[in-house]
């Protein structure tokens, strides 16, 4: 009866085209697959994912009218306009899809959270609909709080208060705060986008009981729906490369080369820009180090640059035979090598999850959104990361010694196996995500 009642459930997939929400919607599909069901994943034109690497899924391309991700643009807008394009589409593709199994195939629908034109399509087609999350469970407290903070004034974060505590979040400070360095405008914006995400049946979220229990009860409380925490998916699913960028294997033969535990690993997301002054301050900073180092420079990471043209020019020449720079590495590989002693992140939860499943300490800088509340966990809660408070090369060094070099480091990178071992446990038989797998899958065939 359990075969028959996932052959005739079809679950569609909202993807987005943000790298960090594509990679776990890919990963769910990918799990959810190999528990029996049949998978559609709907995506858009923009960032569409590679079916080929795929082949047990079938893809639906929704037209967005988007050339490009730009980072620096009216994030909310963009959404907006996303979404309005989206929906009439998705809806019609359903009902097509509906009518061609002559109503014989029952559908659940999975969302990305900020694809939230899909609450109103499962409600005009009467489907039942789960939102997957793919940011840290501690960052929710803090978003559901933006608009009582804004209301008293706290939000936007003024100088004054930007080392205090947030009452009610500790340990989070303001300038922990998710979108801390914008305007009262965007602001305004990211609150309003925010009633737009109405309360769906249940929330699959890709995280660890032991890592986030006090968030997730209290989340538990807020929404009173069913939640689900089956991570790390990375882990979890079996599926090739996610990523929208070309990822240079060579790099890792050059590890191989290098001593256990020596190497630094930088890399600061898929959306992160810097000016030259930022990029010269960390090729300063990690040639004086004189650490290994294995740096992702991402074609326009630098606005206007085609590549690494902005380093400084005595640079590559100072660090030739202990640093690589590239353009995009196989994070998941890199990470799990040998000579990979720790991780240089913008915080993003899929990198999080990522070093805290192979056990690499991490130096945390934060760029935009759900990263400074990860960086605030990882560095004060879970202690398996070091914040670099200024990207200034002689404070660069500094960390890095720490990470590497002393008891400090030693300490912290103890931490991270303890805790890459806990991971792990969650995913074995009687483990706390292998148990909510389950309870998901019961779920998803009893709606």
């Not at 630094?264 to 004086?288: F, H, N, P, Q, R």
């Not at 998941?332 to 499943?357: D, R, T, Y």
């Not at 103890?414 to 292998?434: H, P, T, V, Y």
Request: proline share 5%; with cysteine.
């Amino acid at each position: 009866m359990g075969d028959e009642r996932k052959q005739s459930k079809h679950l569609v997939l909202i993807a987005s085209p943000f790298q960090g929400h594509m990679t776990p919607m890919l990963q769910l599909g990918s799990v959810l697959h190999s528990k029996g069901f049949s998978i559609t994943i709907a995506h858009t034109k923009l960032n569409s994912p590679d079916p080929s690497n795929h082949p047990e899924f079938e893809f639906l391309e929704l037209f967005d009218n988007f050339l490009a991700i730009d980072a620096s643009a009216h994030f909310t807008k963009f959404l907006e306009l996303l979404n309005n394009n989206c929906k009439k589409q998705l809806q019609d593709l359903l009902i097509q899809k509906i009518q061609q199994s002559n109503k014989m195939m029952m559908i659940t629908i999975i969302y990305d959270n900020i694809m939230y034109f899909a609450e109103e399509v499962a409600r005009n087609l009467n489907l039942p609909i789960i939102v997957l999350r793919s940011c840290s469970a501690s960052y929710m407290p803090a978003f559901l709080a933006l608009p009582k903070l804004h209301a008293q004034g706290q939000f936007p974060v003024q100088d004054s208060i930007r080392d205090k505590f947030v009452p009610e979040l500790y340990p989070l400070r303001y300038k922990d705060l998710p979108f801390n360095n914008t305007s009262s405008e965007v602001v305004q914006e990211i609150i309003a986008l925010s009633g737009r995400n109405r309360i769906p049946s249940a929330i699959i979220w890709n995280t660890m009981d032991f890592l986030e229990n006090s968030s997730l009860t209290k989340l538990q409380k807020h929404y009173k729906i069913p939640i689900f925490s089956i991570g790390p998916l990375n882990e979890l699913a079996q599926c090739p490369s996610t990523s929208f960028l070309k990822e240079d294997t060579d790099c890792i033969s050059w590890l191989d080369k290098q001593a256990p535990r020596s190497v630094i690993y930088v890399s600061l997301g898929s959306l992160a820009t810097m000016d030259e002054k930022e990029l010269a301050e960390i090729a300063w900073g990690l040639a004086d180090s004189n650490q290994a180092f294995l740096w992702v420079v991402r074609p326009g990471s630098v606005k206007g640059s085609d590549w690494i043209e902005f380093l400084p020019s005595s640079f590559l020449e100072e660090v030739r035979g202990r640093g690589l720079v590239l353009k995009w590495a196989p994070q998941k590989q890199v990470l799990a090598h040998f000579a990979v002693g720790g991780f240089w992140s913008h915080c993003g939860w899929n990198s999080s999850l990522e070093s805290i499943s192979q056990g690499v300490p991490m130096m945390c800088w934060p760029f935009l959104g759900d990263q400074y509340v990860n960086s605030r966990y990882l560095s004060c809660v879970w202690q398996v990361g070091l914040e670099l408070e200024c990207l200034e090369r002689n404070a660069i060094v500094i960390i890095i010694r720490r990470l590497l070099g002393d008891d400090e480091g030693k300490e912290i990178r103890q931490r991270a196996i303890n805790m890459k071992e806990k991971a792990n446990c969650c995913l074995w038989k009687g483990g706390s995500s292998f148990n909510d797998l389950n309870n998901l899958v019961e779920f998803i065939l009893s709606n």
